[in-house]
């Protein structure tokens, strides 16, 4: 009687643990980026119950630990196997499917355009509002890390430029230092200061599509108002019968166009808002007006606009 038991014991034991899925295994098996293996191995396994958001020592998912090796085609195969995939789910280090992305879109920019479609407005906005820096081993360092340092301590401001006329910004731009870009302009830091080459930090951050659209997307939340333009409307607000329109109204048809580039939010949207407006059906074709229109937009239109800016490579 207690032989049978036991027998009855082991193999159901066996079939529990035969139910497992071997994580380790899997997590190798996709690295290696050979989509037929992987899915020879779901059909073999298709009897088990995967957890296709199990995480790995790193916290991360397959996913991110195929994007760490760039095997774009095992994530497509995943992702569309598995509809339960939280593809939001952060690693230990902060990064997320949508970071991994960006920052591989230099070599492989066609991966990032899939992967922003992926994603509604508000989860593109707050991921790119906490996005990590990169985490790869092949991550360059910026020529003169003591500069942006510097500037980010604030032991001096963020317009003073090296012998070879670059400014911190210029530098976290070169090198992908998204985060430290967005802070920086945050800080106030200018788009269009000229190196002894010619180039500006804009146009630095431009050469990666993916770069400028996190940074663009970090200040897409409230609208805009400039505080001397607000001071201005106080001093008007007596005769005014509705303020609210009336600072709109005021703030698109401003005639000091510098009251329009006071914001982080305006001074990266100015270079691209003639095309943003485009996208958007505005027809304005002054550019301040479309410029100050835009401020207006709320979050999700910009997101939507913004998006639609990179898949068209603007």
């Known amino acids: 009687m ?6 009855h014991l082991l193999y159901f034991s066996s079939c529990v643990f035969g139910m497992e899925i071997d994580y380790p295994y899997f997590f190798d ?11 020879r191995f779901l059909h073999k396994n298709r009897d088990k119950t995967i957890d296709i958001n199990h995480q790995n020592e790193h916290g991360a998912t397959v996913f991110l630990h195929v994007a760490n090796y760039h095997r774009w085609s095992v994530v497509w195969c995943l992702l569309r196997r598995f509809k339960d995939a939280q593809i939001m789910l952060p690693d230990k280090y902060g990064q997320t499917l949508f970071s991994k992305a960006v920052y591989c879109c230099n070599f492989l920019p066609d991966q990032f ?17 906490a996005i990590c820096f990169n985490t790869s081993p092949y991550q360059d360092t910026p020529a003169d890390i003591k500069l942006i340092t510097d500037v980010l301590m604030g032991k001096i401001d963020v317009y003073s430029q ?32 000229k190196d002894a080459w010619g180039e500006t930090p804009y146009d630095e951050l431009a050469r990666n599509k993916a770069s400028l659209f996190v940074v663009r997307e970090a ?14 409307i106080l001093e008007k607000s007596n005769i005014v019968s509705d303020v609210a329109q009336y600072i709109k109204e005021l ?10 580039f006071e914001s982080p939010k305006a001074r990266i949207w100015e270079p691209v808002c003639v095309d943003a407006c485009a996208v958007a059906g505005i027809n304005i074709k002054d550019e301040s007006q479309c410029l100050a229109t835009m401020m207006f937009l709320p979050q999700k239109k910009l997101t939507e606009i913004n998006v639609q800016l990179a898949l068209e490579d603007k």
């Open 2 to 7: 207690h032989r049978i038991l036991l027998m």
């Open 29 to 39: 098996l996709c690295k290696k980026g050979n989509v037929k293996s992987v899915k």
């Open 113 to 129: 355009k899939r992967i922003i479609m992926l994603y509604s407005s508000d989860q593109i906005n707050s991921l790119s509002k």
């Open 162 to 193: 090296d012998y070879q006329g670059m400014t911190a910004l210029c530098y976290t731009c070169i090198f992908d230092y998204i985060p430290c870009s967005i802070k920086l302009v945050e800080c106030g830091a200018l788009l269009d200061i």
């Open 219 to 232: 200040f897409n939340s409230t609208t805009y108002m400039p505080v001397a333009l607000i001071n201005y």
């Open 251 to 260: 703030y698109i048809r401003a005639p000091l166009p510098k009251m329009l």
